[in-house]
């Protein structure tokens, strides 16, 4: 009897659809439909393997031999063959269609047509939805999702024996299958219809079963977010995070990371609203700012141009108007950043504290944007990722202020291009690529007193008068000058320039309050002097003999004679204090101290010299190996 619209299924226990009830099947047995198709189970299990085996190279001659093996185990009974060839036989009365399982010379052939197995009308659907996903026809997706799950019976080839075969296929099924899941989830969050709250029981149930996968977790994040669940979503997070560190020692990929800037950024509203609170944490602009205009300008041109470099970095000496410049340049630009404005001090030079390292950096801007500390990732890169994540899509200016190198400020920059950083620094920082850099020198003697005037309130300080030299014409040395000024009405600018020619050293009378010089310069000189790197010891050195030797330049060659070490590394040091600006190169190979820094030497110069057990003051002059 020939059964119309046979159907093959092994998306489960392998079974037959179509036709009607099979004679002898057993008594009271009323076949299930699926699909409007009834369904024939195969109950006999040595039937139900030898169909599926057949099932497996549908199409392609199965020899005996494989077959009495998936039958028997690799141990055929001595019956095996006349067993073998009465399975047949049941299994044709079966199927019902003449010519449907032909003997071949070596086996059996079962012929399937298209379409008749359901792996096969599986496989067209999830090519169907991987087209649509391609195309961002996210309905389409959700139907052919559906369709081809609703194929699913249970674990395909399922209650067979291993001898049976097919393990390839079956995690190739398998794998499939989660991966429609995720399709129709995406689909879902992306059509946004009133069903997301019913993809959640879903979600958690896959997320529990699979707990490395990160699709499901990105999924029920993004579905307990905008079904006004934030809280669970940030637990959902953290949980998958901690559990990636400790099984894998990895972070989140991409994917999760920017659901995770979802949810951080929205209020966990059905309408989605924005939690988002624009930073504004630039501290006051110097309230007195003179001159500089042409620098000023530039700085704002490479900020706000369309072809904006990856950073600006502001570099020169202690006390110079790095910050001050920064600054003012930074609240000059407000309206451009509309997506606000993030300060952050590194520290390099602050007396008695070490440089923010690049993990403390990235969680304090990290936690200035709202994410809680618990939800900071632990390694750098994700950390950084994080950064960028948040702030790719906004106009934000990153203002990172006392730089100490550009490894520190490299994890920290944003890759959005409406986005803005301005880098201080002693260095300029020339490993930065791409960095767009402005070196500050010093005041000039017009603008110098134009400082003065306008921090002290004297009107007469004039271009020639002797403050202006003997302040450097640094902004940092001039303001502690006019402070004293403004501090004692009587305290005339001529007497002041007075004390300042009769002390054994200016900068006792530059300091005043929080203001000081010194203290500027001692964080540089402190910093090359506990460091581990022999440039920087030497470098440090090489400022004391300075100050003892008083003369107007210096180069490698004649410091190496003074010095007795090879010329290469006396080019090294002086190389590296013209790097953190306690030098300037005025011209190849030529090396000058800045007024205050020479000052500033040659008080190190009279302090016993810490790596010689003579205690020696450069009389001799002084070899680095001594160290």
Same mark, same amino acid.
């Given at each position: 009897?020939?059964?119309?619209?046979?159907?093959?299924?092994?998306?489960?226990?392998?079974?037959?659809?179509?036709?009607?009830?099979?004679?002898?099947?057993?008594?009271?047995? #009323?076949?299930?439909?699926?699909?409007?198709?009834?369904?024939?189970?195969?109950?006999?299990?040595?039937?139900?393997?030898?169909?599926?085996?057949?099932?497996?190279?549908?199409?392609?001659?199965?020899?005996?031999?494989?077959?009495?093996?998936?039958?028997?185990?690799?141990?055929?009974?001595?019956? *095996?063959?006349?067993?073998?060839?009465?399975?047949?036989?049941?299994?044709?009365?079966?199927?019902?269609?003449?010519?449907?399982?032909?003997?071949?010379?070596?086996? /059996?052939?079962?012929?399937?047509?298209? &379409?008749?197995?359901?792996?096969?009308?599986?496989?067209?659907?999830?090519?169907?939805?991987?087209?649509?996903?391609?195309?961002?026809?996210?309905?389409?997706?959700?139907?052919?999702?559906?369709?081809?799950?609703?194929?699913?019976?249970?674990?395909?080839?399922?209650?067979? *024996?291993?001898?049976?075969?097919? /393990?390839?296929?079956?995690?190739?099924?398998?794998?499939?299958?989660?991966?429609?899941?995720?399709?129709?989830?995406?689909?879902?969050?992306?059509?946004?219809?009133?069903?997301?709250?019913?993809?959640?029981?879903?979600?958690?149930?896959?997320?529990?079963?699979?707990?490395?996968?990160?699709? /499901?977790?990105?999924?029920?994040?993004?579905?307990?977010?905008?079904?006004?669940?934030?809280?669970?979503?940030?637990?959902?997070?953290?949980?998958?995070?901690?559990?990636?560190?400790?099984?894998?020692?990895?972070?989140?990929?991409?994917?999760?990371?920017?659901?995770?800037?979802?949810?951080?950024? &929205?209020?966990?509203?059905?309408?989605?609203?924005?939690?988002?609170?624009?930073?504004?944490?630039?501290?006051?602009?110097?309230?007195?700012?003179?001159? @500089?205009?042409?620098?000023?300008?530039?700085?704002?041109?490479?900020?706000?141009?369309?072809?904006?470099?990856?950073?600006?970095?502001?570099? &020169?000496?202690?006390?110079?108007?790095?910050?001050?410049?920064?600054?003012?340049?930074?609240?000059?630009?407000?309206?451009?950043?509309?997506?606000?404005?993030?300060?952050?001090?590194?520290?390099?030079?602050?007396?008695?504290?070490?440089?923010?390292?690049?993990?403390?950096?990235?969680?304090?801007?990290?936690?200035?944007?709202?994410?809680?500390?618990?939800?900071?990732?632990?390694?750098?890169?994700?950390?950084?990722?994080?950064?960028?994540?948040?702030?790719?899509? #906004?106009?934000?200016? %990153?203002?990172?202020?006392?730089? =100490?190198?550009?490894?520190?400020?490299?994890?920290?920059?944003?890759? !959005?291009?409406?986005?803005?950083?301005?880098? #201080?620094?002693?260095?300029?920082?020339?490993?930065?690529? !791409?960095?767009?850099?402005?070196?500050?020198?010093?005041?000039?003697?017009?603008?110098?007193?134009?400082?003065?005037?306008?921090?002290?309130?004297?009107?007469?300080?004039?271009?020639?008068?002797?403050?202006?030299?003997?302040?450097?014409?640094?902004?940092?040395?001039?303001?502690?000058?006019?402070?004293?000024?403004?501090?004692?009405?009587?305290?005339?600018?001529? +007497?002041?320039?007075?004390?300042?020619?009769?002390?054994?050293?200016?900068?006792?009378?530059?300091?005043?309050?929080?203001?000081?010089?010194?203290?500027?310069?001692?964080?540089?000189?402190?910093? %090359?002097?506990?460091?581990?790197?022999?440039?920087?010891?030497? +470098?440090?050195?090489?400022? @004391?003999?300075?100050?003892? %030797?008083?003369?107007?330049?210096?180069?490698?060659?004649?410091?190496?004679?003074? #010095?007795?070490?090879?010329?290469?590394?006396?080019?090294?040091?002086?190389?590296?204090?013209?790097?953190? =600006?306690?030098?300037?190169?005025?011209?190849?190979?030529?090396?000058?101290? /800045?007024?205050?820094?020479?000052?500033?030497?040659?008080?190190?110069?009279?302090?016993?010299?810490?790596?010689?057990?003579?205690?020696?003051?450069?009389?001799?002059?002084?070899?680095?190996?001594?160290?």
């Amino acid at each position: 009897m020939t059964r119309r619209g046979l159907r093959f299924g092994l998306l489960g226990t392998p079974v037959l659809y179509g036709g009607e009830p099979i004679a002898g099947e057993p008594p009271g047995h #009323t076949p299930c439909t699926r699909n409007g198709a009834p369904v024939l189970p195969v109950t006999s299990p040595k039937l139900r393997t030898l169909l599926a085996v057949l099932l497996l190279d549908a199409g392609r001659v199965v020899s005996v031999d494989a077959l009495k093996d998936a039958l028997w185990g690799g141990a055929p009974p001595v019956s *095996a063959l006349p067993s073998l060839h009465n399975h047949v036989a049941r299994l044709r009365r079966l199927l019902g269609e003449p010519g449907r399982l032909v003997t071949a010379p070596t086996g /059996y052939v079962l012929r399937v047509d298209d &379409g008749e197995l359901d792996v096969q009308v599986f496989d067209a659907h999830v090519s169907a939805a991987r087209a649509a996903r391609a195309e961002g026809d996210w309905e389409r997706v959700r139907r052919e999702c559906r369709a081809a799950l609703g194929l699913w019976r249970g674990s395909p080839l399922g209650g067979l *024996a291993p001898e049976v075969g097919g /393990y390839a296929l079956v995690r190739r099924l398998e794998e499939a299958r989660l991966l429609l899941h995720e399709w129709r989830y995406d689909a879902g969050l992306a059509l946004g219809d009133d069903g997301l709250a019913d993809l959640v029981p879903e979600l958690s149930a896959l997320a529990a079963e699979h707990p490395l996968r990160e699709a /499901y977790h990105r999924q029920l994040m993004l579905a307990l977010h905008r079904t006004g669940r934030q809280a669970e979503a940030l637990v959902v997070h953290r949980d998958l995070r901690a559990r990636l560190a400790d099984e894998l020692g990895v972070e989140p990929g991409q994917p999760v990371r920017e659901a995770h800037v979802e949810v951080l950024r &929205g209020s966990g509203t059905r309408d989605g609203a924005s939690r988002w609170v624009r930073p504004a944490q630039l501290p006051p602009a110097p309230a007195h700012f003179v001159g @500089r205009a042409d620098v000023r300008e530039a700085v704002a041109r490479a900020l706000s141009g369309t072809d904006a470099a990856g950073a600006v970095v502001v570099s &020169g000496t202690a006390g110079v108007g790095k910050s001050a410049l920064a600054l003012q340049v930074a609240h000059g630009l407000e309206e451009r950043f509309s997506g606000g404005q993030l300060y952050l001090d590194l520290r390099a030079t602050e007396p008695g504290a070490q440089p923010l390292t690049s993990e403390e950096a990235l969680a304090s801007l990290l936690r200035d944007l709202g994410v809680c500390s618990g939800d900071v990732p632990e390694h750098p890169d994700a950390a950084s990722a994080l950064l960028r994540s948040l702030l790719a899509p #906004t106009r934000t200016l %990153l203002v990172l202020d006392d730089a =100490a190198s550009a490894a520190q400020v490299r994890p920290l920059l944003p890759a !959005g291009p409406g986005c803005g950083v301005l880098v #201080t620094s002693r260095s300029a920082l020339t490993a930065l690529d !791409g960095a767009a850099r402005f070196p500050l020198r010093p005041l000039s003697d017009e603008e110098s007193a134009a400082l003065l005037r306008t921090a002290s309130g004297r009107d007469g300080i004039t271009a020639r008068h002797p403050l202006v030299a003997l302040s450097g014409r640094l902004p940092l040395a001039l303001r502690v000058v006019a402070a004293r000024l403004a501090a004692r009405r009587a305290l005339t600018p001529d +007497a002041l320039a007075a004390q300042l020619t009769g002390a054994d050293s200016r900068l006792d009378l530059l300091d005043y309050d929080d203001l000081g010089v010194r203290r500027s310069l001692d964080a540089a000189f402190d910093a %090359l002097t506990v460091s581990e790197r022999r440039t920087d010891q030497d +470098a440090a050195l090489v400022l @004391r003999l300075i100050g003892a %030797l008083d003369q107007p330049a210096y180069d490698a060659p004649s410091l190496a004679r003074l #010095t007795g070490v090879d010329e290469a590394r006396a080019e090294a040091a002086l190389e590296r204090l013209a790097d953190v =600006a306690l030098l300037e190169e005025t011209a190849y190979g030529r090396f000058e101290p /800045y007024d205050l820094v020479r000052d500033y030497a040659r008080e190190r110069a009279a302090e016993p010299c810490a790596h010689s057990a003579s205690g020696c003051h450069f009389a001799s002059g002084c070899h680095f190996a001594s160290a």
